[in-house]
């Protein structure tokens, strides 16, 4: 997602014109001409085209952000056993009556959940009102036969999923799971038909199943409909960022994916309001699920991705759109490079060589290379399962679960922006470690604070959601220029690809909590800790120029790995 930023300063005005063909070295012209190099001197690397694309694609982002509802409509519900001989029968009767404790055990967050005291079955019952103590046999428990609820608002409530956390946790992993299964869907798509379509079919598919989703009859319809809404329709912020970030210069690129990162935490604060606005989840999933419908007008007033259509060899409409990029830009693009565009050169390199040793071989061969491909994808496994784990977790800080929500997704923002501002002046390594670092303290010391210090516990426990965030930022820039040219696709892709079995497994972390309440924050501390010493062994690449090949990969960190400055 992220480029590299170390390009020409060019481009960055909307005055760009003509002119600037003069200002490009002979060295330059002589190397084949791409996309990027034509925004950098001609058209312009972040002009009002570009915003208007960001601007057109912040809406599908955000509507990415509000997929997560499971953590609302499928929350952690208080239950207890529902006791017969009180005269209950339903499971909405009154939560804590007086007489609970004559019928249920006592323990440290109030009284049992899963367990209650065996009846004595003397042939007289009590009422909703008055159950006296010796209805029940208090030195005997048994599992409860039906439960009573707080609230009625959830699916754990209305599929009675009482003391079947594992189950309820389940909705969160079949989410993450669409997510990785998603990914040959989208590409497939995206290649044959364009990244625009891609786009619309996937923010389509998430309206649609999740809209069914809002009728199901029971959990396990439930279940199917989620795992069903990611696997045809997760590929959509993928989608979204790739319109966000094309058309913008390597100098912004890093800035792009913060904005686009941002936008994405303001959809997941929306959805923390909606659900707080529309307690019932049914209502909730509809009103969030049928703005996705909107997307289908983008058919008709989204450009088609023109690195797509080139690589297509539709010239005629790629050239359209770089015309309208000069135009709302006020910038001009030569016809040497259109013509550059348009008719790209075959690269002597394209042939391939029999004698190359394969991929698995090389990384074999290059004991840097097998460190790094070990490596990054710990990263990445520690990235998702904190910033996801923290994010779900949340709704179980106190009573106001919304609001710890909210709180929760919109400090990442802050922490996207600082990862920008640090990146580029203390270095790509020590904004990755010390973002691991800072959030396991913090997790680490959460588990270790007393719950009556409620105002502080969400503090700390929001300044470990800010450094994961400023992780999210870095890691991808970080990985990316780590690896030389020919295998950095490969590479990034692999690592993202094992870095979703952190998010597959953060949402089973609050079924942990059962057993002891500060496991989830330790596992969370010890990944971190982890990743940041792990962080520590790869060399810095701030000042590198971008590996081309695996010997200057293997270089990163040794004097002749640095751009050298120009007078």
Not at 36 to 65: K, M, S
Not at 127 to 153: E, M
Request: charged share 15%; with cysteine; net charge neutral.
């Amino acid at each position: 997602m992220v480029g590299n930023q170390k390009n020409s300063d060019g481009g960055t005005s909307l005055e760009r014109n003509a002119g600037t063909d003069q200002e490009i070295t002979e060295n330059e012209y002589q190397k084949p001409r791409d996309l990027d190099d034509v925004l950098t001197h001609e058209l312009g690397q972040f002009g009002w085209f570009q915003i208007r694309n960001i601007l057109l694609v912040a809406y599908p982002i955000a509507i990415c952000g509000l997929m997560t509802e499971y953590i609302f409509s499928a929350a952690a519900t208080p239950h207890r056993c529902r006791i017969p001989e009180c005269g209950e029968y339903e499971k909405s009767h009154e939560f804590n009556p007086e007489w609970i404790n004559n019928a249920i055990p006592e323990t440290d967050s109030g009284f049992a959940s899963c367990e209650r005291y065996a009846p004595r079955g003397i042939g007289s019952n009590g009422t909703l009102d008055y159950c006296p103590a010796n209805l029940f046999d208090q030195s005997k428990t048994i599992k409860c036969d039906g439960f009573v609820y707080v609230r009625d608002n959830t699916v754990v409530y209305e599929f009675d999923l009482g003391c079947q956390e594992w189950l309820r946790v389940l909705a969160g992993t079949l989410y993450s799971i669409g997510t990785l299964l998603v990914l040959p869907i989208t590409g497939f798509i995206s290649d044959r038909y364009g990244r625009r379509i891609a786009l619309i079919i996937n923010i389509f598919n998430l309206g649609l199943f999740g809209f069914i989703r809002a009728f199901s009859v029971n959990y396990t319809m439930y279940l199917t409909l989620q795992i069903l809404q990611t696997t045809f329709g997760a590929g959509a912020y993928s989608s979204a960022y790739i319109f966000a970030a094309e058309l913008v210069g390597p100098k912004y690129r890093v800035l792009t994916s913060a904005t686009s990162s941002t936008i994405f935490a303001m959809g997941q604060v929306l959805l923390g309001s909606v659900a707080w606005l529309i307690p019932a989840w049914r209502y909730m999933i509809i009103a969030l699920h049928v703005p996705c419908f909107v997307i289908i007008v983008y058919y008709w007033i989204l450009s088609e991705s023109v690195r797509w259509l080139l690589s297509k060899k539709r010239y005629p409409k790629a050239k359209k759109i770089l015309e309208t990029v000069a135009r709302v830009n006020k910038t001009h693009i030569s016809e040497k490079s259109m013509e550059a565009l348009m008719n790209p050169q075959q690269s002597a390199t394209a042939v391939p060589n029999a004698d190359r040793p394969g991929l698995f071989r090389t990384i074999i061969r290059s004991p840097v290379l097998l460190r790094r491909v070990c490596t990054t994808p710990i990263w990445w496994i520690t990235m998702t399962f904190v910033y996801y784990g923290l994010s779900i977790n949340s709704t179980s800080l106190s009573d106001t679960m919304h609001l710890n929500y909210i709180l929760t997704c919109a400090i990442e923002i802050p922490g996207f922006f600082t990862a920008v501002l640090l990146l580029d002046r203390i270095g790509r390594k020590i904004t990755l470690c010390s973002g691991f670092f800072f959030s396991a303290a913090c997790n680490i010391a959460f588990v270790f604070i007393p719950m009556d210090l409620s105002v502080l516990r969400l503090v700390v426990y929001l300044l470990g959601k800010f450094g994961i965030s400023t992780v999210v930022t870095s890691i991808y820039l970080y990985t990316s220029e780590l690896y030389p040219t020919e295998y950095r696709h490969t590479f990034l892709a692999f690592s993202s690809m094992i870095g979703r079995i952190g998010s597959i497994t953060a949402p089973l972390t609050p079924a942990l909590m059962s057993y002891w309440h500060g496991i989830p924050s330790l596992m969370f501390g010890c990944m971190g800790i982890l990743s940041g010493l792990l962080a520590l062994t790869q060399p810095e690449t701030l000042g590198t120029k971008m590996p081309d090949t695996l010997a200057e990969a293997e270089a990163i960190g040794k004097p002749e790995s640095k751009i050298k400055q120009t007078s």
